[in-house]
């Protein structure tokens, strides 16, 4: 019987996955910068392809069987795994990108969302920021969580207690999505261990040195239930209410943990839950 393999890094491995985590943090803010009405997904898509690939970096998505894009582009109801192509943005939509790189062997994966702005509409613009509000500051409960956490699922019930606790104070509805979870990442984008965006009755893998995790909250102002659209891979809200997906890489090591897909190692996202990130030495 063949041994199974470890989800722990070495200190020499989690070196090696920093670039590819900046790459694909370089990639998410060219596509960021780009996001506006009259752009097509698919524009955003070369924005991506064009910054993963001068840094002689490849599109880790690309390497997923049957997928040919540099980001998946998620427009309003659609959640995740939107398939570029010729759509035109439009003022008042809210958007989620997910992109990822690989480099030497190693991977970067992460996701913002994002609200173009529509002048004409700001009730329907401030409800959309704010569920993309609530979903990242989710992400940022569940990585301030993974700092102290001894297991795993401490990190599923830090996201979903954040957004309870948004979703009581302001009186609306969050779901979040149960199908659809983080994940291990490192030689693969989509490796052990499986990371929830909520409270099971599972601990979940043991936090330690040499963890990297993808931990990425998908979230719909609406029902939680989805379907899978007619191309085969963009996930959709059943009830037509729109969705938000944050997610970042991040690693646990000696001396604490790092945001690997964000320039500053998460300081100013975990800033708020009293959290300093340290540099993987």
Known sequence: MGLRRSIYKTPAQLRAMVQPGLITADALAAVRALAAPGVTTLELDAAASAVITAAGARSNFQLVPGYRHTVCA??????????PGERV????????IDAGAELQGWNGDAAFTTVLPDPGRPEVVAELEELSRVTQGSLWAGIA????????????????????AEAEQTGRVYGILR?????????????????FNYGTSERGARVRPGLVVAIEPMVVAGDEATLVEDDGWTVSSVDGSPGSHWEHSVAVHDDGIWVL?????????????????????
Not at 267 to 272: E, F, H, I, K, S
């Open 89 to 96: 943005l439009e003022a008042g939509d809210i958007l989620s």
């Open 145 to 164: 969580a993974l700092a102290t956490a001894r297991h795993l699922g401490e990190v599923g019930a830090a996201i979903e207690a954040h957004i309870d």
């Open 261 to 281: 897909t964000a320039h500053d190692g998460g300081a100013a996202g975990l800033a708020p839950f009293g959290v300093r990130p340290t540099p993987i030495a």
């Open 179 to 195: 199908d659809y979870v983080g994940h291990g990442i490192g030689r693969k984008m989509h490796e052990d261990p499986p990371v």
């Open 74 to 83: 998620s427009v309003n109801e659609q959640v995740v795994h939107g398939i």
